[in-house]
């Protein structure tokens, strides 16, 4: 038996990402067409972007905490959220959650060490970028960072928002993600997270000038360890 991975959903492509890959990923250890149970569970992301826009953390805990309590009465046995910026809520959370949870930084400082990467590019919404939480996780692991300049998070924000999580997925935009990351890469940085869950569907291994820490996938195949092997 596997057990039962519960998505607290934010945003609908990165989560719809975080889903396909733990179904696709999967088969290869289960067997074909097979994966672990999933449910999901979101609020619109406007009713998140009330309380980001407000800084008002505790609101964004709340809605997480609406989706964690329906997913454990789902059946979940643990949960996940394939959104980076609003793990900066995670501490209102992770002690009064009816369910355990895996942390997205805390997977990508993980497989950072396990590549022996020293200093990593962190790219995401300016809410990410700006924020504690990939500064808190790849402290603790030993690891520097480094975020772009206040005009390209601005831009890269306005690309999440406007393009990537309606879908759109521009050349121009994905040049210019590869312009911020040859920089970054350019001012000593060797690896790039893709710090949040839409990136992933604009730049990869093949486009980015430094070697891509995807966030969303991590979570998924972490997910996939631990509802496999518990």
């Given at each position: 038996?596997?057990?039962?991975?519960?998505?607290?959903?934010?945003?609908?492509?990165?989560?719809?990402?975080?889903?396909?890959?733990?179904?696709?990923?999967?088969?290869?250890?289960?067997?074909?067409?097979?994966?672990?149970?999933?449910?999901?569970?979101?609020?619109?992301?406007?009713?998140?972007?009330?309380?980001?826009?407000?800084?008002?953390?505790?609101?964004?805990?709340a809605l997480m905490m609406s989706s964690a309590?329906?997913?454990?009465?789902?059946?979940?046995?643990?949960?996940?959220?394939?959104?980076?910026?609003?793990?900066?809520?995670?501490?209102?959370?992770?002690?009064?959650?009816?369910?355990?949870?895996?942390?997205?930084?805390?997977?990508?400082?993980?497989?950072?060490?396990?590549?022996?990467?020293?200093?990593?590019?962190?790219?995401?919404?300016?809410?990410?970028?700006?924020?504690?939480?990939?500064?808190?996780?790849?402290?603790?692991?030993?690891?520097?960072?480094?975020?772009?300049?206040?005009p390209q998070r601005e831009r890269i924000n306005?690309?999440?928002?406007?393009?990537?999580?309606?879908?759109?997925?521009?050349?121009?935009?994905?040049?210019?993600?590869?312009?911020?990351?040859?920089?970054?890469?350019?001012?000593?940085?060797?690896?790039?997270?893709?710090?949040?869950?839409?990136?992933?569907?604009?730049?990869?291994?093949?486009?980015?000038?430094?070697?891509?820490?995807?966030?969303?996938?991590?979570?998924?195949?972490?997910?996939?360890?631990?509802?496999?092997?518990?």
């Amino acid at each position: 038996m596997t057990q039962h991975i519960g998505i607290v959903v934010c945003s609908a492509e990165g989560a719809a990402l975080c889903y396909r890959t733990i179904c696709l990923e999967g088969a290869e250890l289960l067997g074909p067409h097979a994966h672990p149970e999933v449910s999901m569970h979101n609020h619109p992301l406007a009713e998140y972007m009330k309380f980001i826009d407000k800084d008002d953390w505790a609101g964004v805990a709340a809605l997480m905490m609406s989706s964690a309590e329906k997913l454990a009465r789902a059946g979940a046995d643990f949960l996940i959220c394939p959104d980076n910026t609003i793990h900066q809520a995670f501490e209102f959370v992770e002690h009064r959650s009816p369910r355990p949870w895996l942390h997205i930084a805390q997977e990508v400082a993980c497989e950072a060490k396990r590549n022996h990467f020293r200093r990593l590019a962190v790219l995401g919404t300016k809410y990410l970028m700006e924020g504690p939480v990939y500064p808190q996780k790849l402290k603790a692991a030993g690891i520097d960072y480094k975020i772009p300049d206040a005009p390209q998070r601005e831009r890269i924000n306005q690309i999440i928002f406007d393009e990537l999580v309606n879908a759109q997925f521009l050349p121009r935009s994905q040049a210019y993600f590869s312009e911020v990351i040859r920089g970054m890469k350019d001012d000593g940085c060797d690896a790039v997270v893709l710090g949040c869950t839409e990136i992933p569907l604009i730049v990869n291994a093949e486009n980015s000038p430094l070697p891509p820490l995807d966030s969303t996938r991590l979570l998924a195949r972490a997910a996939l360890r631990k509802a496999v092997s518990g």
